[in-house]
C-alpha cells in the first residue's frame, strides 16, 4: 500500500536550520509529484510547492522562495524539505503529500517548534 | 492566485441529520478541454493528516463512505454529508488544483448538536 512516512518531531533554536525527511512506498516513485503543506497550529492547511520526482525541478509557492528548499534521493524513495534562518514563525507542522493534482496519499506530518 | 472561499467557518449538526459545506472559487475551475472541475474535499481529524475524501469535484476516493457526496461545477461547489455520523466530527477542507500555487479554503469545522 502506498505509505509516505515522515522523520520525528525537531525542537529547533532560532537561526538554526532543520531537514526534514518523507520516504514513499507502495509505489512506482517517480509517477507522483511529492508536494509540501504547512500547517501552523490551530491553522489550516498552505501549500509550500512540489518537486516534480522525475527532474529533481522544484516549484515554491510564493512566500516560500529562499529560506525553504526541497530535494531528492530517488535511490531511497525519499524528499527532503530543508528550513534554514528558523523563526518562531516557523513553528508548524509540516507534511508531504502525493499528487500531481490532488492529494491522496499524506505522510503523518512533522512537528517543528523553534524556541529558544 | 485563486482564492477558495468555505461557509460557514462552523457547522452544528445532530447525528442521523444532513450536512452541507460550501466551497467558492475566485475564478472557474471547470477546465473546458475536458468538462473535468479542478476541486479535491478532505477531511482532517486532530492530530491526523489530511484524508481525501472527494476529487474532480465529485468522484468519491476509494473506501469513503457513501453518505460523503460532491456537487458543483464551475465556481460554486458543495459536500454533503448525508447522515450525519459521530465519526465525521473533523475540519473539512475544499482545495482546487486548476491553477498553481495550489489553494486551499480556511476549513469548516463540523460538530455534533
Known amino acids: 500500500q502506498v505509505q509516505l512516512v515522515q522523520s520525528g518531531a525537531e525542537l529547533k533554536n532560532p537561526g538554526a536550520s532543520v531537514k526534514v525527511s518523507c520516504k514513499a512506498s507502495g509505489y512506482i516513485f517517480t509517477s507522483y509529484a511529492l508536494n509540501w503543506v504547512r500547517q501552523a497550529p490551530g491553522q489550516g492547511l498552505e501549500w509550500m510547492g512540489w518537486i516534480d520526482t522525475n527532474t529533481g525541478n522544484p516549484m515554491y509557492a510564493q512566500g516560500f522562495t529562499g529560506q525553504f528548499v526541497f530535494s531528492l534521493d530517488t535511490s531511497v524513495t525519499t524528499t527532503y524539505l530543508q528550513i534554514s534562518s528558523l523563526k518562531a514563525e516557523d513553528t508548524a507542522v509540516y507534511y508531504c503529500?502525493?499528487?500531481?493534482?490532488?492529494?491522496?496519499?499524506w505522510g503523518q506530518g512533522t512537528l517543528v517548534t523553534v524556541s529558544s | 492566485d485563486i482564492v477558495m472561499t468555505q461557509s460557514p467557518d462552523s457547522l452544528t449538526v445532530s447525528l442521523g441529520e444532513r450536512a452541507t459545506i460550501n466551497c467558492k472559487s475566485s475564478?472557474?475551475?471547470?477546465?473546458?478541454?475536458?468538462?473535468?472541475?479542478?476541486l479535491a474535499w478532505y477531511q482532517q481529524k486532530p492530530g491526523q493528516p489530511p484524508k481525501l475524501l472527494i476529487y474532480?469535484?465529485?468522484t468519491r476516493e476509494s473506501g469513503v463512505p457513501d453518505r460523503f457526496s460532491g456537487s458543483g461545477s464551475g465556481t460554486d461547489f458543495t459536500l454533503t454529508i448525508s447522515s450525519l455520523q459521530s465519526e465525521d466530527v473533523a475540519v473539512y477542507y475544499c482545495?482546487?488544483?486548476?491553477?498553481?500555487?495550489?489553494?486551499f479554503g480556511r476549513g469548516t469545522k463540523l460538530e455534533i448538536k
Open positions: 503529500a502525493r499528487g500531481n493534482y490532488y492529494f491522496d496519499s
Open positions: 474532480w469535484a465529485s
Open positions: 475564478q472557474t475551475i471547470l477546465y473546458s478541454s475536458n468538462n473535468k472541475n479542478y
Open positions: 482545495q482546487q488544483y486548476y491553477g498553481t500555487p495550489r489553494t
